[in-house]
């Protein structure tokens, strides 16, 4: 924006506030007046009329409500009117009504000189309302600098100079650099966007650029220091071939930020946060250049590329996260609506566990239910388990193993029923764990007796997995050929044991007076461990200690097992099947929850087998977890473990073992097992590398493979997946789902097809479930029809509930149709001559399109609204004409679609709405003419929000949660935590210490520290952008208001859920559930932006091992994951969490496999992720009417505002 059409804006102002769209209808309905453009009126005499105030911005001025509600305009509004100012000097309203005509005629000349040049600079670029007003409107941010509609080509050198502009910007502290671009499809690894520079000092820069995709910053100073962190690894990208913008804020050091604060947004997204400095061009000494595209840099010139530049703009302030998201809002775009094909069937979703809302508990007094397992039995009944967690939705506490049954293949479910809830201490220390735990269920039936296993974790009371003592104390003691459970009294060190009965024998083998509850009759089975000294109940055996509770098993966890004989309607009590299946290095030992399999071919037909995973003494949960599975050959009477998928594993230069392990990156946890018709086992790993990592076993589980085979078509987003093996028309397939990112959200299906080397080929990838989407559990129900429970949570519920869903074989097969181009939805008059012309998915105005009718007239284009909907302005008289295309300029689609207008028809909003597409023409035959109106299209008189007429699914954008697992941070910048994490539930994943990034652009090391993920929350981001606020007026909205007709006020979508939002549960997370990834050390950067091109000049920049020199990949060294947000615990009060999700940011795995970059990357995903919707603070108009029907349309409203009172108070009275 220039200066003068900035000054001309806040003297002039966009007539959308004092008055609005009512007064407008007022004025001409009492004085005949026509509403007509401003632009139209860009020459015409007159006094301005405006209630401007001196020196008052636009957002500061009173906004009218979209549908007229004159009820609830501001209450200043009246006053306001009552003393109209005409650019600053108050006009007498008396003096006006006597001389309404004289004063529409011969307006006063009240200007002083100055005055008058305003007032001729306002008549010149009075109808430049700016294409994207909306988007640019903003408090007290001014431009230092903009640049619009520039390219950088083969013509100008690939560059765009702007050096005269540089002592401006060498004048800034706070600033914010903000450019909209298109880059080439087929873009240099490495180009420029917008940098400073010197033609004396090669290495003293700022850049804002893109490597491979992910937009980064770079600045160094007069000695080629680094300013800020390393952002070559930052997790969002931008979009090859797509309109994008890329925006920049720094901040100087204050009291809260000691050191000052640069931040970097992709598409309005907060991408990464650098708190090293606040430096910027004021504290490069020797920078002389400036420019767009190629930089020059000493005697060279690099990083080109061709650009289209839609704008570029420096503000003389940062602008805040919101503030930024308002300002790139048109470059938020959501995944293309598709619909089913032919024969494709999905139900909706039905909620079998319910957990609470607002972080209350349900009426059950549950908050929240996780992990869920789906079993198929052989009579045809649904069981469907879970972890009942009445306190929070963490792994600890009290948490119930709990299933409900259905015989309908999931229409309807029986009651809850508890298969096991240990009791909760009365004198528990911690509220917040007052009991000892069951978590993480497995279910799976033996084929030969029909019984039904349900396996699952047993913690003591504590937290769980995270008060897991570094080595537990012996838990198991052999006498004789007998081996029973160790018992420690408090403040001894021998062994006591429980034996036959429960009775407790002390260390020197002689009977106590003391016995242990082991066949326990109670509902829940929740006296199992209750310690009686006589007759006298003392404790329990899995308490913690106290002053009467004096024994208790080993600090481990343990594995129960229970079993029902009855298709799951009654179950066994609780069994420790951990002996046996434990050894003596094993930190933790459990369940991969869901299902497991039973055998059904092979020499080991009939074998169960449940996945399991461990970790070790050595490194714990950030460096030893390891997948591998246990299997019973007697129909579950004992059960053994297999060796884990990690033992004598290759990797890198060395061979790994579970007991003895400390890798990160080459961990895999929880996972889901199938077996093929050739025998072998497929088991589907949780994992750090970001893709599908499976283990294959020739020996039903006994040992894996050495090479675990990867599959970058099927992301992980580092949580728990589950997978069956199915058959079709004689074809053999894997089924598998899970979240398909970013983070814990947004749940898929994929289909794979067997080849006959055991090999999977992976077909498709559709989606299940929009929004949030962790752990889940699949099942076959015969006749091409399949169901999964999976943990999704709607609105202000708690995470989380278990929803269902049932689906069909083409649902699985059959690809989805996807929109073959843009297509005008609706083009209603929304307010007196404008039209609000709505699309099905995003567009970008860049060249102001003229709507050509088919009577020959057009509609001129206004400004864009939001993502989806453009403004123009229209006589009247020309409601119902069609539009038959454009007259000039141009509308295109975000998604590269061709943008179809043809068809539309102008529909009278005010009326009701007229369907817009496929409507029928109208009737006009007689009697005997073909009776055409049986088939015409109703007119539509609903409201004209945008959510509707999707097919199922839809895979809609929930809020941005970021983050490899998603677990919500704190809104907070500080240290993040860097000690043993766990992935038995929801903990982040380990951290390791990382040293200073120095470097530049093009080093391949991982981010030197990582950063809380973004946690968005329901109400963090705002609404999708493809909401249209409904139209609420109706024909006589003028009239409803004048008769107390309320009319509707609520949010744009009527869902105000920011007031139901309880704040995020932030505390230790565990992993059963919602862990980050673990990260690993990296090196200090020292690299430059160049380093891409080092091998092209001379010198190069980074000369260590592991540089790149060039455009050549990186060397063939270790280097671990990018895991996202892995401590994303509370920084600073204020700080909005940068998205760091998406396992695919990452460097290079820990071992030797490079990253994916495929063009459906998870990254790329993360970028794509949110639709901004227009702030109820849009729905206004931009400047409409000429000067003197504006004053009378004031006047009109003034009378009528007065009626309105003289109304009330007669009616009180």
Same mark, same amino acid.
């Given at each position: 924006m220039k200066y003068r059409d900035f000054d001309r804006k806040q003297r002039y102002g966009i007539r959308k506030f004092a008055v609005g769209a009512a007064s407008v209808v007022i004025g001409t309905v009492v004085f005949g007046a026509n509403p007509v453009l401003a632009q139209e009126q860009a020459n015409a005499a007159g006094a301005n009329t405006e209630t401007v105030e001196p020196g008052q911005g636009l957002s500061e001025l009173p906004k009218e409500a979209s549908?007229?509600?004159?009820?609830?305009?501001?209450?200043?509004?009246?006053?306001?009117?009552?003393?109209?100012?005409?650019?600053?000097?108050?006009?007498?309203?008396?003096?006006?009504?006597?001389?309404?005509?004289?004063?529409?005629?011969?307006?006063?000349?009240?200007?002083?000189?100055?005055?008058?040049?305003?007032?001729?600079?306002?008549?010149?670029?009075?109808?430049?309302?700016?294409?994207?007003?909306?988007?640019?409107?903003?408090?007290?941010?001014?431009?230092?600098l903009e640049k619009e509609d520039v390219e950088t080509n083969v013509a100008n050198g690939q560059r765009v100079d702007l050096s005269s502009e540089l002592d401006k910007l060498k004048q800034l502290k706070n600033a914010t650099v903000h450019m909209e671009f298109k880059p080439d499809a087929s873009a240099p690894r490495f180009y420029n966007l917008f940098s400073v520079s010197s033609d004396t000092k090669e290495n003293e820069y700022f850049t804002m650029s893109v490597l491979d995709n992910t937009a980064l910053i770079e600045g160094r100073g007069a000695n080629g220091e680094q300013f800020y962190d390393k952002y070559t690894d930052a997790p969002l990208k931008v979009r090859p071939g797509q309109w994008n913008s890329v925006t920049f804020t720094v901040e100087q050091p204050t009291a809260e930020l000691p050191h000052g604060r640069v931040r970097l947004y992709v598409n309005g997204v907060l991408s990464r946060t650098s708190l090293k400095s606040g430096n910027f061009i004021k504290d490069m000494p020797d920078v002389n250049q400036a420019q767009l595209g190629a930089t020059k840099r000493g005697k060279k010139t690099a990083w080109a590329s061709n650009l289209q530049v839609r704008n570029l703009t420096v503000y003389d302030r940062a602008l805040s996260p919101d503030e930024?998201?308002?300002?790139?809002?048109?470059?938020?775009?959501?995944?293309?609506?598709?619909?089913?094909?032919?024969?494709?069937?999905?139900?909706?979703?039905?909620?079998?566990?319910?957990?609470?809302?607002?972080?209350?508990?349900?009426?059950?007094g549950i908050k929240s239910y996780r992990i869920p397992a789906l079993l198929k039995t052989d009579k045809g009944?649904?069981?469907?388990?879970?972890?009942?967690?009445?306190?929070?939705?963490?792994?600890?506490?009290?948490?119930?193993?709990?299933?409900?049954?259905?015989?309908?293949?999931?229409?309807?479910?029986?009651?809850?029923?508890?298969?096991?809830?240990?009791?909760?201490?009365?004198?528990?220390?911690h509220a917040d764990w007052p009991s000892p735990v069951n978590i993480d269920m497995a279910l799976v039936q033996d084929p030969e007796t029909k019984r039904i296993f349900a396996i699952y974790d047993m913690f003591l009371e504590s937290k769980a997995v995270f008060s897991l003592p570094g080595q537990a104390p012996k838990a198991y003691e052999q006498v004789g050929d007998k081996v029973y459970q160790v018992l420690y009294k408090q403040g001894?060190?021998?062994?006591?044991?429980?034996?036959?009965?429960?009775?407790?024998?002390?260390?020197?083998?002689?009977?106590?007076?003391?016995?242990?509850?082991?066949?326990?009759?109670?509902?829940?089975?929740?006296?199992?461990?209750?310690?009686?000294?006589?007759?006298?109940?003392?404790?329990?055996?899995?308490?913690?200690?106290?002053?009467?509770?004096?024994?208790?098993?080993?600090?481990?966890?343990?594995?129960?097992?229970?079993?029902?004989?009855?298709?799951?309607?009654t179950w066994s009590a609780p069994k420790d099947i951990t002996h046996g299946i434990r050894k003596d290095w094993m930190h933790f030992l459990g369940t991969g929850p869901g299902t497991g399999i039973a055998l059904r071919t092979g020499p080991h037909k009939g074998r169960l087998v449940i996945p399991v995973y461990t970790t070790n003494n050595v490194s714990y949960l950030s460096g030893s977890q390891s997948s591998r599975v246990i299997y019973s050959d007697d129909h579950g009477e004992t059960w053994q473990a297999?060796?884990?998928?990690?033992?004598?594993?290759?990797?890198?230069?060395?061979?790994?073992?579970?007991?003895?392990?400390?890798?990160?990156?080459?961990?895999?946890?929880?996972?889901?097992?199938?077996?093929?018709?050739?025998?072998?086992?497929?088991?589907?790993?949780?994992?750090l590398t970001g893709d599908l990592q499976v283990a294959t076993s020739h020996d039903g589980g006994a040992t894996w493979d050495k090479e675990i085979k990867r599959y970058p078509q099927v992301k992980d987003v580092y949580v728990q997946m589950s997978a069956i093996h199915t058959m079709h028309e004689g074809k053999e397939y894997i089924l598998l789902s899970n979240a398909g990112g970013p983070g814990r959200n947004n749940g898929l299906v994929h289909l794979a097809r067997v080849e006959e080397n055991g090999e999977l080929t992976w077909l498709k990838h559709n989606p299940i479930q929009s929004g949030k989407f962790a752990y889940n559990s699949l099942q076959e129900l015969g006749n091409g029809e399949y169901g999964l429970l999976y943990e999704h949570a709607d609105g202000n519920q708690n995470d989380y509930t278990l929803s269902y869903k049932k689906f069909n074989w083409d649902f699985l097969s059959k690809d989805r149709i996807s929109p073959k181009e843009a297509k005008v939805k609706y083009a209603i008059q929304k307010w007196p001559g404008i039209i609000a012309m709505e699309f099905d998915?995003?567009?970008?105005?860049?060249?102001?399109?003229?709507?050509?009718l088919a009577n020959g007239k057009t509609a001129t284009f206004m400004t864009q609204y939001d993502t989806k909907t453009l403004l123009f302005t229209i006589d009247p008289e020309d409601m119902g004409q069609r539009i038959t295309g454009l007259a000039e300029g141009a509308i295109e689609s975000m998604h590269n679609l061709p943008v179809s207008l043809a068809g539309s028809k102008l529909s009278d909003g005010i009326n009701g709405s007229e *369907?817009?597409? !496929? +409507? =029928? $023409? &109208? @009737? /006009? #035959?007689?009697?005997?003419?073909?009776? *055409?109106?049986? !088939? +015409? =299209? $109703? &007119? @539509? /008189? #609903?409201?004209?929000?945008?959510?509707?007429?999707?097919?199922?699914?839809?895979? &809609?954008?929930?809020?941005?949660?970021g983050g490899v697992n998603a677990e919500e941070t704190p809104v907070a910048e500080i240290p993040e935590y860097t000690g043993p994490l766990a992935t038995v539930g929801e903990e982040p994943a380990p951290t390791v210490e990382k040293t200073e990034f120095t470097g530049g652009v093009n080093a391949v090391e991982a981010a030197v520290h990582e950063l809380p993920e973004f946690k968005g929350g329901v109400n963090a981001v705002l609404a999708a952008s493809n909401e249209l606020p409904e139209y609420r007026g109706g024909a006589n909205f003028v009239l409803a208001a004048s008769n107390d007709l309320p009319e509707y006020k609520g949010g744009v979508n009527g869902a105000e859920a920011a007031v139901l939002e309880v704040p995020e549960y932030t505390g230790p997370l565990g992993t059963a559930g919602e862990e980050s990834a673990p990260t690993v050390e990296k090196p200090e950067y020292t690299g430059g932006v160049n380093a891409v091109e080092a091998a092209v000049h001379e010198v190069p920049e980074y000369t260590d091992p592991l540089g790149t020199a060039g455009e050549e990949a990186a060397p063939t060294v270790e280097k671990p994951e990018f895991t996202g947000g892995v401590n994303a615990v509370e920084a600073t009060v204020h700080e909005l969490p940068e998205y760091t999700g998406g396992v695919n940011a990452a460097d290079a795995a820990v071992h030797e496999i490079a990253e994916y970059k495929g063009a459906d990357s998870l990254v790329t995903l993360a970028a794509e992720d949110y639709t901004y919707k227009a702030p109820l603070a849009q729905q206004t108009l931009p400047d409409t009417g000429n000067k003197e029907s504006s004053l009378l349309a004031s006047l009109g409203l003034t009378a009528f505002f007065l009626s309105l009172f003289a109304m009330g108070k007669k009616r009180e009275e």
């Open positions: 549908s007229g509600d004159l009820a609830h305009l501001d209450k200043d509004l009246a006053g306001k009117l009552a003393a109209a100012q005409d650019n600053g000097v108050e006009v007498d309203q008396e003096h006006l009504k006597k001389n309404e005509s004289a004063e529409s005629e011969t307006p006063s000349s009240t200007e002083t000189p100055a005055e008058e040049a305003n007032k001729e600079e306002e008549s010149e670029d009075q109808g430049a309302i700016p294409r994207d007003y909306y988007s640019r409107d903003l408090k007290n941010a001014n431009p230092v930024v998201q308002t300002r790139s809002q048109l470059f938020e775009r959501g995944e293309l609506e598709q619909k089913l094909p032919e024969g494709a069937k999905v139900t909706e979703k039905e909620d079998v566990f319910e957990g609470g809302r607002n972080n209350q508990p349900n009426k059950d009944t649904l069981i469907a388990g879970t972890d009942e967690r009445r306190l929070h939705h963490s792994d600890w506490g009290d948490i119930g193993m709990v299933v409900r049954r259905s015989s309908d293949n999931g229409k309807t479910w029986g009651d809850r029923i508890v298969i096991s809830n240990p009791r909760d201490n009365e004198h528990a220390k001894e060190s021998g062994r006591y044991t429980i034996r036959e009965n429960g009775e407790v024998f002390d260390p020197q083998n002689r009977k106590t007076d003391y016995r242990v509850v082991v066949d326990p009759k109670k509902p829940a089975y929740s006296d199992k461990g209750d310690l009686y000294k006589g007759n006298e109940l003392i404790g329990n055996i899995y308490f913690e200690y106290s002053e009467k509770n004096i024994f208790r098993v080993s600090n481990t966890n343990y594995l129960w097992m229970s079993y029902s004989d009855d298709d799951g309607k297999g060796e884990a998928v990690n033992d004598n594993r290759p990797v890198g230069n060395q061979t790994i073992h579970s007991s003895t392990m400390n890798n990160p990156g080459a961990q895999n946890t929880e996972s889901t097992v199938v077996q093929l018709n050739n025998g072998d086992l497929k088991l589907f790993m949780r994992g998915s995003e567009v970008l105005v860049n060249k102001a399109p003229t709507l050509q *369907a817009a597409i !496929h +409507e =029928v $023409p &109208e @009737y /006009t #035959g007689g009697v005997n003419a073909e009776e *055409a109106t049986v !088939h +015409e =299209v $109703p &007119e @539509y /008189t #609903g409201p004209m929000a945008t959510v509707g007429e999707e097919a199922a699914p839809t895979v &809609e954008k929930p809020e941005f949660t």
